[in-house]
């Protein structure tokens, strides 16, 4: 990671009141912000989420769901975003769809609009295979 990445990276974990222990890099190289860290980003920002259930198959295994995310924005005009969480057997190992999809939809919406999304930078709950790395 170039410096100018660094110190951009600082500065959005430090207005999104996120520490060193909400990062980890994935398997992948990506860098990853943990469940507490979105959660931590939602409080911070006073993003309020609204879902929307846009398809379930009838054995509720494919599920995707839609998120509309809100939050002040500098100038105090709402920010607005909407994006969309899925989940089926071929994207995660969970027994639980619906939540997951939810969990995905909002990573997404939380790390767009805290700036975060434009940086390549992931929620922990995107993927199955973004997991930290297990300390010896």
Request: with cysteine.
């Amino acid at each position: 990671m170039k410096n100018t990445d660094r110190e951009t990276m600082k500065k959005l974990a430090t207005e999104n009141g996120l520490t060193a222990d909400h990062f980890f890099k994935s398997p992948q190289g990506f860098v990853i912000i943990t469940r507490q860290g979105i959660e931590r980003i939602q409080q911070h920002r006073g993003i309020r989420v609204r879902y929307e259930m846009v398809h379930m198959t009838d054995d509720c295994k494919h599920v995707v769901i839609k998120a509309i995310g809100e939050m002040a924005g500098p100038d105090g005009h709402t920010i607005t975003v909407e994006t969309y969480g899925e989940s089926a057997p071929d994207n995660t190992r969970q027994k639980y769809p619906v939540a997951m999809a939810e969990k995905r939809s909002l990573s997404r919406v939380c790390l767009k609009l805290s700036g975060f999304y434009q940086h390549n930078v992931y929620g922990q709950d995107e993927s199955d295979d973004f997991t930290p790395k297990k300390s010896k």
